[in-house]
């Protein structure tokens, strides 16, 4: 009986590629489904984060003018520059996507790894964005404590400490997605080295780049929201 | 229980590999090019505008800019547009129920204090006291005992 089964399982391998998994019928089944999971997830990571949109816009509605000053105590020219390398990060993933379809190995790796450098420079420049607002007491909730001469503003008006606390809880968890897509993308760049991807298997590759899509989505309504308030 | 298997992998020798493979369309890559032009000159046309002040309109103009370019992301980078339209309608399904969340969570922070006509009560007023808020007063800082502070760090050094 037993022995039986496993030869089934054999006789399974035998009839599709050695990608496709034994529950599924197809390749392009298997890809749909894989699909399919990393858009629910996706899905899930949406409304996670709308929790922070919705903080921010109760917030913002509550305290315009606390809005208005913690805002400008923010480095807007980093910002744009953090901007521009995710977006950037977001152009080499989709390209490594393409080359893994083309099955170009070292080009998958070059693009993996250029995405990853990217994502190194954004958390650099998050660094020191941190490092300043923590030198000049802007931080979250009660811990607001203004450090005079290290801010633009001398006043702070009632629920600016709210606006450090949404700034914090949307870049720190974004930033945490940032570094969860490095470990991914590293995964993808160790997998494709070893020979795992071809022209007719990319499906990992594909997810991961779907993820740092989202990251960079997420960051696309975080600039405007955080750094470009008048 | 050997026949059973026997007839099963007899079906999937009968099933045209060519229908199970996975066919995607490979854009050229000036494609994907394009794409991040527009985008780097949504970022530019974003933060440009941030800088003249039109008041509300800054909001509203962040959040449309903000929307195509992560339209230009999700149809393009995530292809969308190529998908099974089970991932899109997933998609927007998602944003849907975000919109759900905003709506009936402003529409109470929004209206505290207010007279509620249809039910004849009044909102309450503070409702639960946010946790981030964490500061009921304006701070004020004296901009002299800052610069003091430089200036007897300038002698130090």
Redesign the interface.
């Known amino acids: 009986m037993s022995e039986a089964s496993a030869d089934g399982h054999e006789d399974h391998g035998h009839h599709g590629p050695a990608f496709l998994a034994h529950h599924f019928t197809t390749p392009a089944q298997q890809f749909d489904a894989a699909k399919l999971g990393m858009w629910l997830f996706l899905a899930q990571e949406l409304l996670f984060f709308s929790g922070l949109f919705v903080a921010y816009l109760v917030f913002r509605m509550w305290y315009p003018d606390a809005w208005s000053v913690g805002s400008h105590e923010l480095d807007w020219k980093m910002g744009t520059v953090n901007t521009l390398v995710l977006l950037f990060s977001s152009l080499t993933a989709v390209l490594a996507v393409r080359s893994a379809q083309l099955g170009e190995r070292g080009k998958v790796t070059m693009l993996l790894l250029v995405t990853i450098a990217c994502a190194f420079i954004f958390l650099v420049v998050k660094y020191f964005e941190y490092q300043h607002k923590f030198e000049a007491g802007l931080l979250p909730g009660h811990y607001f404590a203004p450090v005079a001469g290290h801010t633009h503003a001398n006043v702070f008006p009632p629920g600016t400490a709210a606006f450090f606390s949404v700034y914090f809880m949307a870049t720190g968890v974004h930033g945490l997605h940032v570094i969860i897509g490095i470990g991914v993308l590293f995964w993808m760049v160790i997998r494709n080295q070893k020979g795992e991807f071809t022209k007719d298997f990319w499906t990992p590759i594909d997810l991961v780049a779907l993820y740092w899509h989202l990251v960079d989505l997420i960051w696309i309504y975080l600039f405007p929201f955080l750094y470009l308030i008048d | ?2 026949t059973a ?1 026997n007839d ?2 007899h079906d ?2 009968h ?1 045209d590999e060519s ?6 369309h ?2 050229p ?1 000036s494609t ?2 394009k ?2 032009a527009a ?2 000159i949504f ?1 530019l046309i ?2 440009g505008l ?1 800088r003249i ?3 509300d309109w ?2 509203f103009i ?2 449309v ?2 929307t195509i ?2 339209g230009l ?2 149809t ?4 969308l547009k190529d ?2 339209r ?2 899109v309608v ?2 927007f ?3 849907l ?2 919109g759900v ?2 709506v009936y ?2 529409n109470d ?2 209206h505290r204090g207010q007279w509620d006509d249809s039910y004849g009560t009044r909102v309450s007023a503070d409702g639960e006291p ?14 002299n ?3 003091g ?2 200036g007897e760090a300038a002698e130090h050094h």
Do not use: C, E, W
């Open positions: 229980m050997s298997h099963h992998s999937h020798a099933s229908h199970g493979a996975v066919h995607v490979v854009h890559a994907y090019y794409i991040f985008l780097v970022t974003t933060v941030s002040h039109l008041g800054n909001f962040a959040v800019v903000a370019k992560a992301v999700a393009y980078f995530m292809h998908d099974n089970f991932n997933l998609f399904g998602s944003l129920f975000m969340f905003f969570t402003m922070t929004q946010a946790p981030g808020r964490g500061q009921a007063d304006a701070i004020k800082l004296d901009p005992a800052g610069q502070a430089h």
